[in-house]
């Protein structure tokens, strides 16, 4: 559906029964175009070292509270063999963001030993942050077929009111990394977070018109949530109040629906930080995928982005049960054994060969 900014405005500023109205729409609309089922990505939270320094996130390179990890191989591959077996279809591997050679080469040969312990079933998704073009060409050819690497906002001023202004930090580069990952072939995940300090409505519908423009296949959004060791945090005065960031989050996840209808939608974590149901709540709005933590239990207090991250203590097993569970009173089936790709990449890749 074409609407233009004012509109999308407009939209995401709805409350009561206009609102409950727009939800309904983009429930409509995801039910029509992409179906009922909701696929998982077991996540894996590999690393959480980090070179970058962005002000909102808990384990930036400057928080000397983190204690830094870097799961071993076989902890790594413990957590995509139980995805595997659990029929979740596809693993995404998560850290911090480094660009040394030996972190590239490490995550190339993760890639390799993933695809060979699951006789090549098990679809990857990465999401280490901006490398370079040469880089991500290697991933995708060592079993990679998905890159998620949010934006955070796309208005250039509050990019640097969220990261510190450098070339470490470079909104250009961002941008350019998107690029680099569409050219190699890729399907492209990315988002913003919503609520932000500085953040206006004019920012969020101007991110959902940048989504749209750069044709992406997959998005992840959820709510800003301060988290104390960062320097973002003096800003906490600013911000709207936690279930307006969540309420604010679900119009986003809406419009996008309704912007572009066929392609995949995260329900993000962080929704759940607010409310217990968050994610499911997000199911029943539009999005039609799911992320489960598979990330060792032992690592978890470590990977706190923001803070009241949900599930710390639940294992796997436990993960997996209770999104069951949660899923089906949400009324969504879950697409086990399958990959779940986007029908935009489907469609815009084959467009391409038509
Ligand atoms: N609140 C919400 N989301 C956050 N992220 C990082 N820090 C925070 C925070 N404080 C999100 C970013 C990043 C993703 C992995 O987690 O959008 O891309
Ligand atoms: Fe690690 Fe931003 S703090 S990528």
Redesign the pocket.
Known sequence: MALDKQEIIQLLRTKGEERTSLLKRSQETKLNEVGNKVYFRGLIEFSNVCAKD?L???IRKGNEKVIRYDAKDEEILNASRFAWENNFASVVL?SGELSSPAFVKRVDSLLKKIKKLSSNELGITL?CGEQSRETYKRWFESGAHRYLL?I?STNRELYYKIHPNNQTHSFDKRVEALGFLKETGYQVGT???IGLPFQTYEHLADDLLFFKKLDIDMCGM??????ED?P?YQYRHLLQTKQERFDLALNMIAVLRLLMPDINIAAAT?LQAIDPAGREKALAVGANVIMPNLTPTAYREEYQ??ENKPCLDEDAELCRNCLEARIHVAGAEIGYGEWGDSKHFSRRTQEKKD
């Open positions: 962005c909102y996130c808990g998560q999401s949010r955070e988002g913003v977070m959820g709510p800003y949530l301060e988290h960062t973002l962080a982005l923001y």
